[in-house]
């Protein structure tokens, strides 16, 4: 019989993956698995090996550590006096996106029960808050995830002055609608849209050698100084 002849058995079987290949296909962080398979941190790790960035913002936290999200961002830039441009915002938002909202300073309150309500009700996935939160007992019954940078009894008024969906300057990065948002106990990491694929790729890769790591320690018994060779 030939090598390459065609028989019942082999069409049978053609393009089936192998028991590895499907292991491995299980265990690939995707965008829609990414919160569950990886981390912040290891998507800060990603960026930091392809481009030298981290792409941290800098002091945002979760009010409450359960909360793990990941998602495409809409941005809102205003100013902390001004809480109804982070109102509108949610109503610009599509049905699971992450509302991110650069306020001038964390001095007052943009966002508190009623905004984390209104979002959780209109589809919007998260938000990540360059800025103040107040009711933060009632936003954490809500349910709906909040990441903020700092908390304030007082608020300002809905002046609706600011913008939304435009780029963002934060520190180093432009931030844009449409980037892929991060958000655990750790921190908000934010990819940009462009390097996501790249990004993906990496994070596969880290997340392979950190297995393979835990392997070794355990399994091994070997030093971790010699494990990564130094």
């Known amino acids: 019989m030939s090598k390459g002849k065609i028989t019942p058995n082999n069409i049978l079987h ?29 998507v800060s790790d990603a960026l930091k090996n392809l481009y030298g960035f981290d792409g941290v913002i800098k002091d945002v936290k979760p009010l409450n550590d359960a909360h793990k999200v990941s998602g495409f961002i809409r941005t809102v830039e205003t100013n902390s006096n001004d809480w109804g441009t982070c109102i509108k915002g949610i109503y610009e938002c599509l049905e699971d996106e992450i509302l991110f909202i650069k306020c001038s300073n964390d001095e007052i309150a943009v966002w508190g029960e009623l905004a984390s309500t209104a979002a959780r009700e209109h589809g919007v996935k998260a938000t990540v808050l360059v800025g103040s939160a107040r009711d933060t007992e009632d936003i954490i019954k809500t349910g709906f995830p909040v990441f903020s940078s700092n908390y304030r009894s007082n608020a300002g008024l809905p002046y609706n002055n600011g913008v939304i969906g435009e780029n963002i300057i934060l520190d180093d990065y432009v931030i844009k609608t449409g980037d892929f948002a991060v958000c655990d106990r750790d921190g908000v990491v934010i990819i940009p849209s462009e390097k996501l694929e790249e990004v993906l790729v990496e994070l596969n890769k880290i997340k392979k050698f950190e297995e393979n790591c835990i392997k070794q320690l355990l399994g091994d018994n070997k030093r971790l100084d010699d494990i990564v060779g130094f």
Do not use: W
């Open 14 to 42: 053609f393009n089936k993956k192998t028991k590895k290949e499907e292991k491995e296909e299980l265990n690939k962080i995707t965008l829609d698995n990414l919160v569950q398979k990886a981390s912040s941190d290891n």
